[in-house]
């Protein structure tokens, strides 16, 4: 199992390099230049600011001392846009902002989506059953940015109950609809995912085992059932942490959270290359890490699983 | 043909009367038990022998309570004389957990792949006996080294997977002698294995049935298997007995041309011509149950009594049968 773990952080780190070096590439040669404005920098000054940012040396030279700077010191260098601002400044005030929203988002989804999976699946062809599944094939065709405005109106507009963004240091008021307009949408898939494959582990011979040692239903489901059945939703966690880092570009900028999606667009409509490579290899780095926990969890629970 | 035949004079541990077990489906009702009655005496080895789809396993999962949910039955089970036909969930879990233990066809795939065989044969007993699990586990090893699976101490941890399909069913085997319980129902414990192995099963259950005094109700489609350790029979096709009694009786004396044709159908070494004498026909479609007796399609023997009504069942416990043929003559 440590021979396993340690083989696949061997294979993420030539990952990740490849990331920052593929990121910088795709930066150099997109056309246009953060220093093209409206109107044109006269030449010389436009020399200078390229001397400053190093943008004057062979591109070799550059990557090198872009991937060199984050390695050592995880340094993303100087923001374009923001002066005076470096990349790692902005990430680490908006990073943080996201990251608890989008979190607590996640685990929200995990949790009220496999439990609505669960008591479907044990109340099959029951009417909760049937109320689940309603629910959530509403709620899996309500996208964040779908849900942030419907979430707005009612409990901001009609009810007055919260406020309509901001952020105030995290406080809840300002979490909440943040968190259930990411999550909704995934919470609803998750849900689906669990309930089908609960209902089909209930089907296997092993549950029939089980029951006919005399276990009360709810221990055959927790002990037997539920490892089987969350496979398929682990596998999904992967793609449910992409979408909600992308998500999360939408939630920031609806609610004015401050997260480092705000950031992000601003620094695709300035040109601020560090600031979007900087936000796009961390992400990256997220998911490969990301990915490699979910590799494991697989590994640990399904010890048929050859490693 | 088998060393003590029980005479039938204590009460019966199980005693099935008159039970059918119907299925609710969308193109209508599926009859997979019509009418079936037998009993098992503690201590019995009680061999249900039919081709597939005649009810063996639903009228076995209409005993303890666990028929798919479209699944109802009727008529009556009693266990030590009390009816437990209806009965409440958690008292058939209560029976299941002490008292009718089960063994299943394909032990491939009735144990858990996630779980280690220790978590499997543990649980359920620190439950329901006031056992710590250091103890719970010591008695797990016994019972596997009682099932001759060697080494048992250190492959108790292991996961199904590491063992084959002949392992595996002397484990499910062990696992429900845990409980010690009064009734073992074995249902076609032999059939997913390779022959060579299916009569090891068959000697291991007769090892269990003298050490432990356990009556089995042994389901079956062989009936070459079973000759060697049943007490009684019972021969059932489309969900109906056709004919019962002691082993010997049914052997050596079949009533019922069904009975006879499943005895012709058994490969014997001596007369090998290398062909199988299967029955001709197939079974009726337990969807569209006709009148009558329901062999009366296949059997060469048929008159005109056989389409219109179904036949009653006469004989004593050491031998009955239900069939116009043999109740005339
Ligand atoms: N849940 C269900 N819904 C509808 N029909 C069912 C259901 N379960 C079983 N049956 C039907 O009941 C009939 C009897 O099935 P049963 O499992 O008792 O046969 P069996 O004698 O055990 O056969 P086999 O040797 O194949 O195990 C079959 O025709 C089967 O299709
Ligand atoms: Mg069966």
């Known amino acids: 199992m ?32 953060p220093f093209t404005g409206e109107r044109p920098l006269p030449p010389e000054i436009l020399t200078n600011l390229e001397a400053k940012y190093g943008l004057d040396r062979p ?13 050592t010191e995880f340094d993303f260098g100087p923001s374009y846009s923001y002066k005076d601002r470096t990349v790692n400044e902005i990430i680490a005030q908006g990073f943080p902002v996201t990251l608890t929203y989008g979190s607590l988002a996640f685990i929200v989804s995990i949790m009220v989506g496999a439990t609505l999976g669960i008591v479907a ?12 599944v309603g629910i959530t094939v509403g709620a899996q065709v309500l996208p964040n940015f779908i849900m942030a405005p419907i979430l707005v109106l009612v409990f901001t507009l009609w009810l007055g109950w919260l406020p309509g963004g901001g952020w105030q240091g995290g406080q809840w008021p300002y979490l909440v609809m943040p968190i259930i307009a990411l999550s909704t949408s995934f919470m609803a898939s998750i849900a689906r995912i669990t309930r089908s494959s609960m209902i089909e582990t209930l089907n296997s011979d092993f549950i029939l085992t089980a029951r006919s040692k005399g276990l009360p ?23 449910t942490f992409v979408g909600l880092i992308t998500g999360s570009v939408v939630i920031d900028i609806y609610f004015s959270t401050g997260g ?12 601020d290359y560090p600031l979007i490579m900087g936000v796009t290899i961390l992400t990256g780095i997220l998911t490969v890490v990301f990915n490699l926990i979910v590799d494991i969890l697989y590994v640990w629970i399904d010890p048929r699983i050859q490693y | 043909m088998h060393s003590t035949p029980r005479t039938g004079t204590e009460e019966p541990l199980l005693s099935i009367c008159d039970l059918r077990v119907t299925f609710g489906t969308p193109e209508g009702q599926v009859v997979a038990v019509d009418g079936a009655s037998l009993d098992i005496h503690p201590g019995e080895v009680l061999a249900v022998v039919g081709e597939s789809g005649s009810g063996k396993s639903q009228t076995a999962l209409a005993v303890t309570g666990l028929l798919a949910r479209n699944g109802t039955s009727e008529g009556s089970i009693l266990w030590k004389g009390g009816e437990i036909l209806g009965l409440p969930e958690h008292q058939l879990a209560r029976l299941r957990s002490e008292e009718i233990a089960m063994v299943f066809q394909n032990p491939m795939t009735c144990l858990n792949p996630y779980l280690r065989i220790s978590t499997q044969m543990i649980e359920g007993m620190t439950m329901n006996r006031k056992m710590t699990r250091t103890q719970a586990r010591s008695a797990c090893i016994d019972m596997l080294e009682t099932v001759q699976i060697a080494d048992a101490a250190n492959r108790i941890d292991r996961y199904p997977h590491e063992f084959s399909g002949g392992m595996l069913q002397r484990i499910m085997i062990a696992m429900s002698l845990l409980r010690r319980p009064r009734l073992l129902i074995a249902d076609e414990p032999t059939t997913a294995l390779d022959v060579t192995v299916q009569m090891q099963i068959v000697q291991l259950l007769k090892h269990i049935r003298r050490k432990y005094g356990t009556a089995i109700m042994l389901i079956t489609h062989d009936l070459g298997l079973v000759a060697s350790i049943s007490d009684r029979i019972s021969i059932m096709y489309s969900g109906q007995i056709m004919e019962s009694g002691l082993a010997e009786n049914v052997f050596s004396n079949p009533r019922h041309p069904y009975t ?8 014997r070494i001596d007369q090998n011509d290398g062909e199988l004498r299967d029955i001709a026909g197939e079974p ?6 006709t009148s009558g007796c329901p062999f009366h399609l296949r059997c060469g023997y ?23 043929l043999s109740n005339e003559t």
């Open chain 1, 121 to 132: 699946a044990i109340h099959r062809t029951t009417w909760l059953d049937s109320l689940t």
């Open chain 2, 302 to 324: 048929r008159i005109a009594s056989c389409i219109e009504n179904r036949p009653d069942t006469l004989g004593s416990r050491e031998h009955a049968h239900a069939c116009h």
């Open chain 1, 260 to 271: 480092i999606g705000q950031h992000f667009v601003n620094a695709a409509i300035n040109r």
């Open chain 1, 217 to 239: 239903f709810h221990e055959v489901v927790i002990r037997h059932a539920l490892k089987p059945s969350m496979l398929p939703v682990i596998s999904y966690l992967g793609p």
């Open chain 2, 260 to 267: 006879r044709a499943l005895l012709d159908a058994i490969p």
């Open chain 2, 284 to 289: 009726p479609d337990p969807a569209s149950r």
């Open chain 1, 59 to 71: 591109f070799p030279q550059q990557v090198a001392r872009y991937v060199w700077n984050i390695v």
């Open chain 1, 2 to 33: 440590l021979y396993f773990i340690l083989k696949r952080i061997a294979i993420a780190i030539p990952t990740i390099l490849a990331l920052i070096v593929l990121s910088f590439t795709l930066m150099h040669y997109a056309p246009g230049s």
